[in-house]
């Protein structure tokens, strides 16, 4: 099989869908891998580490693309990239398409065929091709509101951790997931006061006995969300509903109950949020204020840390892609149930539920294209 490897040019995107040992693997199997030159420079692979191993440098994004019959990256295709987008081309990378629907029309009207890292799921509900990224993500919601907190940046000029006979910060983590557990463990460190708010009892249950006594575990409901934040100098959202946009948990008008220079870091950004006055934000510009609260809306965190980020996601991915290429999208999709679920569209048809509900669109068993 052909796989192409073009470099990523979302604004500050230095991650690369596919590392020099992965490259060695899929050409050692027999496949032809296509990368654009200057593909893996952010990640600290340049070109020669993928000749090295057998694959091909290609000098534009136009022949990365139109050589592939499997296409991969790490964000989803940008605007004007979707003139590369064809019917008989398979994409496997994240997509978020529940959170974008002029990205899902594109994607729609090119019958291509899309796989979503996001939503590729094993039968114990977890989210192999999610996990490394949420776990960068988690530890750098931390890293980062500490930083926003600072009063340089407009915040409450608070440490997070605090020192003798001055309280740590309070932070307010909504979501006992990945990104919440990374979140509360760096929080932890750090020395602060963290609350970790969750639906399930279970869950919580389970927190209780590995995290540290300075994380509180509450019950997630309107009331608790309310009295947490009113009290707390950073809030982290990290409520995840797989394929579908994240619910609203903080809303506008409960602003005006948190503290004046107060940070909120929303990891569920690129599935909608989870705080109703998120948007996307860059890198570059990766902060606004709403009525005195400053909000950090970066949707690829982990771009900023590209070596790791790069090496966690492709230890990840690189199985599926291997069976992706050994045995083409259809019979690996019908092989591989935790791989079926990751398919969100084919043949200009909706595959997965959670889009299909987020737009009111018509939705086809994903099943059916793979009998």
């Known amino acids: 099989m052909r796989l192409g490897v073009p470099k990523e040019i979302k604004t500050n995107e230095n991650r690369v869908a596919l590392v020099p040992a992965g490259a060695e693997a899929l050409t050692a199997s027999g496949h032809q891998v296509f990368i654009e030159s200057g593909a893996g420079i952010g990640s600290g692979f340049d070109d020669d580490a993928y000749r090295a191993v057998g694959a091909e440098i290609v000098p534009d994004a136009a022949t990365a693309w139109g050589s592939a019959e499997l296409l991969l990256k790490v964000k989803e295709p940008i605007e004007k990239e979707w003139g590369f987008l064809r019917r008989d081309l398979t994409l496997f990378t994240y997509f978020h398409f529940a959170a974008d629907e002029k990205l ?177 934000t860059t890198h570059e510009n990766p902060t606004y204020t709403v009525d005195g609260i400053i909000h950090y809306g970066v949707a690829n965190m982990p771009g900023a840390v590209p070596r790791t980020s790069t090496l966690a996601l492709t230890n990840a991915t690189l199985p599926y892609t291997l069976l992706l290429a050994n045995k083409g999208w259809k019979k690996a999709l019908r092989e591989n149930g935790a791989l079926l679920k990751g398919l969100n569209m084919t043949e200009g048809k909706l595959t997965y539920q959670g889009v299909s509900d987020a737009f009111g669109m018509e939705f086809t068993d994903p099943a059916t294209f793979v009998a």
Not at 138 to 145: S, T, Y
Not at 149 to 163: A, D, S, T
């Open 104 to 280: 899902t029309n594109a994607h729609l009207a090119s019958g291509a065929t899309c796989i979503a890292y996001e939503t590729v799921e094993l039968p114990n509900r977890d989210l192999p091709l999610l996990i490394p990224m949420s776990e960068v993500a988690g530890r750098m919601a931390v890293q980062e509101g500490a930083k926003y907190l600072e009063k340089l940046y407009g915040g409450r000029g608070v440490l997070l951790g605090g020192v003798p006979g001055v309280a740590p910060a309070k932070v307010v983590i909504l979501g006992g997931g990945i990104v919440g557990v990374n979140a509360a463990k760096m929080a932890a460190g750090l020395g602060a006061k963290v609350v970790v708010l969750d639906l399930s009892l279970e869950r919580l249950r389970y927190l209780s006995d590995v995290m540290p006594a300075n994380v509180q575990l509450v019950h997630s409901n309107r009331h608790n969300i309310l009295e947490q934040i009113s009290t707390c100098d950073l809030v982290i959202g990290g409520v995840l509903i797989p394929g579908a946009k994240a619910p609203k948990l903080v809303r506008r008008e409960d602003l005006a109950r948190m503290r004046p220079g107060a940070v909120i870091v929303d990891v569920a950004v690129d599935q909608g949020g989870c705080v109703e006055t998120i948007h996307p």
